[in-house]
């Protein structure tokens, strides 16, 4: 149990288009899921957190209207990149908490996005 | 602050050759302390979750215990197979894990 798939796994985009990348719990609803951006050899940093059905909370430093955030249900978030620069090229990660007394983040496969 | 800091930066081991990581905390109200493995290129995949003072958990060649101001996974008789990015991350009175840079492990046969 505790699955969290991501999709796409890789993407290439040309400056100036959106991206979005799509987060799912296979087999337990996630109350929170979280949104991390790793660099290379860099350890993980939270972007953002999403409640289903309410805002996200972003960290300070991420522009909220750069990297808008969807947790329209319990198993799915969405994290797009608008208007994406290659700066923004990095290894996006999900993770998936469950309800309950367990705290325990459970983290997708990761997004490689290259930003041409 | 709430901090993790972890040691050492990288590790090498040969193989059979048991060794300790460290992660270091400065948390207000610990709710929990995770161990995850990371290898290149993939999401981090969890380890153990530990939540008091005392406690330890162990899962093949891997064992993490806590204490109030650290905490060690221990790997014994390490394989080829456990080189990997070890990170440890602390949730205090919030949703957050708030990460160690990591120890980058490398066992060679």
């Known amino acids: 149990g505790a699955v969290v798939s991501q999709h796409p796994s890789w993407v290439i985009c040309k400056s100036g288009t959106s991206v979005k990348i799509e987060c799912r719990s296979l087999?337990?609803?996630?109350?929170?899921m979280f949104w991390y951006r790793q660099f290379p050899k860099q350890s993980l940093m939270l972007m953002a957190t999403?409640?289903?059905?309410?805002?996200?909370?972003?960290e300070q430093g991420v522009e909220k209207d750069k990297f808008l955030i969807n947790h329209a249900s319990l198993t799915l978030s969405t994290l797009t990149v608008t208007s994406a620069h290659p700066e923004d090229s990095s290894f996006y990660i999900c993770?998936?908490?469950?309800?309950?007394?367990?705290?325990?983040?459970?983290f997708g496969p990761g997004t490689r996005l290259t930003v041409l | 602050e709430d901090q993790v800091t972890q040691s050492p930066e990288a590790l090498r081991l040969q193989e059979g050759e048991s060794s300790s990581l460290n992660c270091s905390y400065t948390?207000?109200?610990?709710?929990?302390l995770f161990w995850y493995r990371q290898d290149p290129g993939k999401g981090p995949e969890f380890l153990f979750t530990?939540?008091?003072a005392g406690e330890e958990k162990e899962k093949e060649r891997l064992k993490a215990t806590l204490t109030k101001k650290e905490s060690f996974l221990h790997i014994t008789a390490p394989k080829p197979e456990d080189s990997a990015t070890y990170l440890c991350?602390?949730?205090?009175?919030?949703?957050?894990?708030?990460f160690g840079t990591g120890t980058r492990l490398q066992v060679f046969p």
């Open positions: 530990l939540y008091s």
């Open positions: 993770s998936a908490r469950r309800g309950g007394l367990n705290n325990e983040q459970f």
């Open positions: 999403s409640n289903e059905g309410s805002k996200a909370t972003y």
């Open positions: 991350a602390v949730q205090a009175n919030t949703d957050k894990l708030i």
């Open positions: 948390v207000s109200g610990l709710r929990g």
């Open positions: 087999d337990f609803q996630a109350t929170t």
